[in-house]
């Protein structure tokens, strides 16, 4: 295994670069994240495919890491249930050491080979659900033997990774390998390999909830209406899709609570 993500930066002397240079380092090797993930698509489409198929059978996608890579999980998970509607035990994301380490890093919890499994079972994960393991080095002993655990125990499998040929990815049965090559600061994976990372948990939420059904043509219409904000946009919504007048759109939604019922029953409702 060659851990590129180690490699030393193509950039020397960053602390003496002026600011506009700092950046647009920064920014030229973020420009490569995207061509790295696009060569990635075609395992990003059978982990997606997997994970279809499992929520339509009952199952939730859990995903475990540690760190930048489990927080960026959690996120992810995070946002499926007021994007789309769905139940807040859908889509659920574990980080190493606890909801703790969220916010301030927990000494040591990657290290623990046997801890996933049983934050795992907390949920109760069977062999109805999808694991999805996230680690940029692909050596992360708590994402390892998380996915192990779940393999023994029949559970389909995936990872994201940005190492070739690494452990996590081996443990997987539906590996996603994502080479960024070196870092702008030097092994700081929270850049350009968190980037990677977030582009690829984008692209598999997104299209597992479009292919559930939760999008009609482009919009959202399932999402929860719970600012101002998102409010507005349902209306707007409504608005395009029926031909009412905002007041018309504003009572169906308070009536049927979604921009999907609202819209199917604008038809036949008295307002």
């Keep these: 295994m060659k851990r590129t993500t180690e490699a030393d930066s193509n950039y020397t002397d960053l602390d003496k670069m002026s600011v506009a240079e700092l950046l647009q380092g920064m920014n030229n090797e973020d420009k490569t994240v995207p061509f790295a993930v696009e060569k990635a698509i075609p395992s990003i489409e059978k982990v997606v495919n997997v994970i279809v198929e499992k929520i339509s059978a009952g199952g939730r996608l859990f995903y475990i890491g540690a760190g930048t890579s489990g927080r960026l999980g959690i996120l992810d998970a995070s946002e499926c249930p007021p994007t789309y509607g769905v139940p807040f035990d859908m889509v659920i994301g574990i980080i190493a050491g606890g909801d703790k380490a969220i916010r301030k890093a927990v000494e040591n919890a990657e290290d623990n080979s046997e801890q996933a499994w049983k934050d795992l079972l907390e949920f109760n994960i069977s062999d109805k659900d999808v694991l999805v393991g996230i ?19 029949g559970l389909e499998t995936a990872c994201i990774v940005c190492n070739a040929g690494s452990p996590v990815a081996a443990e997987a049965k539906h590996p996603i390998e994502v080479v960024v090559g070196p870092e702008f600061v030097t092994g700081s994976t929270r850049m350009k390999s968190g980037t990677a990372q977030k582009l690829v948990l984008n692209m598999i939420s997104t299209s597992t909830m479009i292919r559930l059904g939760r999008v009609k043509g482009n919009k959202m219409v399932d999402m929860r209406l719970s600012n101002v904000k998102l409010v507005g946009r349902a209306v707007n919504m409504v608005m395009q899709a029926t031909g009412l007048d905002s007041g018309t759109a504003q009572k169906l939604l308070d009536r049927y609570g979604s921009v999907r019922q609202a819209v199917d029953n604008a038809a036949s409702s008295e307002l």
């Excluded at 692909?138 to 033997?145: L, M």
């Design 135 to 153: 680690a940029a080095s692909g050596t992360t002993p708590y994402v390892i033997g998380g996915l192990k655990k779940a393999n023994e125990n």
